[in-house]
């Protein structure tokens, strides 16, 4: 049977400080969507799925107004669910899914100096990925440190930060290896 991590991810969510649909939209966009993708559309559905299965309550207070505000919390059978998820193993290591490298493995189909262009676009894009998550680290240590979960949001932080890196490091040697292919023409 395929586990619905995303279930997991939102319970997880739960136990962050994030009640609504809208705290969660909110962290998602500023975390986890660096590694683990939730579209909006999603969201709703699951929490909607939690409650049916008891691992979460919902609250539904009147706002005048506005639409009713639902806040949603994990129950004592969604923390131990989550728990149990936490412990379980690990199901295979992910590939990753990347239309660059895609193109790339038949770069041999066009000049060494398109593929170059696209190395650098994709470095240029690496770079504003790696500054990004420097702001957060930046923005973790000095402003959310005294969270329960700074030490893990770090840690994760740091595997994007160093992937990321070693990325960058890769395209500059590939884009050097294709104007030394280049030049022995």
Not at 19 to 33: A, E, V
Request: hydrophobic fraction near 35%.
């Amino acid at each position: 049977m395929k586990i619905n991590h995303t279930k997991f991810a939102i319970l997880g969510l739960l136990t962050t400080g994030c009640h609504t649909g809208y705290s969660i939209k909110q962290m998602i966009d500023g975390s986890l969507n660096h590694f683990w993708k939730i579209s909006y559309g999603q969201i709703y559905p699951t929490l909607k799925i939690l409650v049916e299965e008891g691992l979460a309550t919902v609250k539904e207070t009147i706002q005048e107004g506005k639409p009713n505000k639902k806040e949603y919390r994990i129950t004592n059978k969604g923390m131990e669910a989550l728990q149990n998820w936490l412990r379980s193993p690990i199901e295979d290591i992910p590939f990753e899914k990347n239309e660059f490298i895609l193109k790339l493995f038949f770069s041999r189909h066009e000049p060494e100096t398109t593929a170059i262009v696209k190395l650098e676009t994709y470095l240029e894009r690496l770079q504003a990925r790696y500054s990004t998550y420097s702001s957060i680290e930046s923005m973790i240590v000095t402003s959310l440190s005294n969270e329960e979960d700074a030490s893990y949001w770090l840690f994760t932080l740091d595997y994007g930060i160093r992937t990321t890196k070693a990325a960058m490091d890769w395209c500059r040697d590939t884009i050097q290896k294709l104007k030394e292919m280049g030049n022995a023409k």
